[in-house]
């Protein structure tokens, strides 16, 4: 599973690079220790205008379903199990209209090395974005009156698949990761059969997955306090 990424770049540096036409006002700063309930940037395509418009928006780290009664559930699902979306009513609905990617600079992952968890960050070694495919919702707060402009939570889930080769040496789950391909038609609000895109996905996942590589980090990532560039940087495994 993935509970801890980076996201190195800011915000308006993503435009480019995932051609986004509208972006959010404020977006965070960037972030060694992204965890659960934390604010993050993430790339969806709203069906509302023809054609779609691809968005930058600012999103809670945690999917709240809009059936919700608060937002403390979204603390259990910022993860989601690719192959079990359809079985799960708080993702059901998103898989079939809310599809997003999660840009990020790579993610921590902890590996049992003689009977202690050591951590590890997985990134694209030329420094290229890694894209998560997920799914998000809008969650209206019933504590807060119409006019209030926070009263709309957007929030989202990373989608994780088995992991394989190396990466399935440290952790038997990872993200499913996206391609430039498999990005725009996992964005695609039209798409028909989102489990055929997912599915595509899911079954491309490993040749990006072969592309990254992985060295060992200090164990201050496992503080949420702690958050600068030298969380990244190689430390000998103990």
Same mark, same amino acid.
């Given at each position: 599973?993935?509970?801890?990424?980076?996201?190195?770049?800011?915000?308006?540096?993503?435009?480019?690079?995932?051609r986004?036409?509208?972006?959010?006002?404020?977006?965070?700063p960037?972030?060694?220790?992204? $965890?659960?309930?934390?604010?993050? &940037? @993430?790339?969806?395509? !709203?069906?509302?205008? *023809?054609?779609?418009?691809?968005?930058l928006e600012?999103?809670?780290?945690?999917l709240?379903?809009?059936?919700a009664?608060d937002?403390?559930?979204?603390a259990?699902a910022?993860?989601a199990?690719?192959?079990?979306?359809?079985?799960?009513?708080?993702?059901?609905? $998103?898989?079939?209209?809310?599809? &997003? @990617?999660?840009?990020? !600079?790579?993610?921590? *992952?902890?590996?049992?090395?003689?009977?202690?968890?050591?951590?590890?960050?997985?990134h694209p070694?030329?420094?290229s974005?890694?894209?998560?495919?997920g799914?998000?919702?809008?969650?209206k707060d019933?504590?807060?009156?119409d006019?209030?402009?926070?009263?709309w939570?957007?929030?989202?889930?990373?989608?994780?698949?088995?992991?394989i080769?190396?990466?399935?040496?440290?952790h038997?789950?990872?993200?499913?990761?996206?391609?430039?391909?498999?990005?725009d038609?996992w964005l695609?609000?039209?798409v028909d059969?989102?489990r055929?895109?997912?599915?595509?996905?899911?079954?491309?996942?490993?040749?990006?997955?072969?592309t990254?590589?992985?060295?060992?980090v200090?164990?201050?990532?496992?503080?949420v306090r702690?958050?600068g560039?030298e969380l990244?940087?190689p430390r000998?495994?103990a």
């Amino acid at each position: 599973m993935c509970g801890r990424f980076v996201v190195a770049k800011a915000g308006n540096e993503l435009v480019g690079e995932l051609r986004v036409d509208l972006v959010a006002d404020e977006l965070p700063p960037p972030s060694y220790n992204v $965890a659960p309930t934390d604010p993050v &940037a @993430i790339v969806l395509d !709203s069906a509302k205008t *023809e054609p779609p418009t691809r968005r930058l928006e600012v999103a809670r780290w945690g999917l709240i379903p809009s059936w919700a009664k608060d937002v403390k559930i979204g603390a259990r699902a910022f993860n989601a199990r690719s192959e079990e979306l359809e079985e799960k009513r708080m993702f059901q609905n $998103a898989l079939q209209k809310r599809r &997003a @990617i999660i840009p990020s !600079s790579g993610y921590y *992952e902890w590996k049992l090395i003689g009977g202690e968890k050591v951590p590890h960050f997985i990134h694209p070694e030329d420094g290229s974005p890694l894209l998560f495919a997920g799914l998000y919702e809008w969650w209206k707060d019933p504590a807060k009156a119409d006019d209030d402009p926070d009263r709309w939570v957007l929030s989202f889930t990373i989608l994780t698949r088995y992991a394989i080769g190396a990466l399935g040496s440290i952790h038997d789950r990872m993200p499913v990761f996206l391609d430039a391909d498999h990005a725009d038609a996992w964005l695609d609000p039209t798409v028909d059969y989102p489990r055929d895109v997912l599915d595509a996905a899911v079954d491309a996942a490993p040749y990006v997955a072969e592309t990254l590589v992985y060295h060992p980090v200090a164990k201050e990532v496992g503080n949420v306090r702690n958050n600068g560039p030298e969380l990244i940087e190689p430390r000998p495994a103990a």
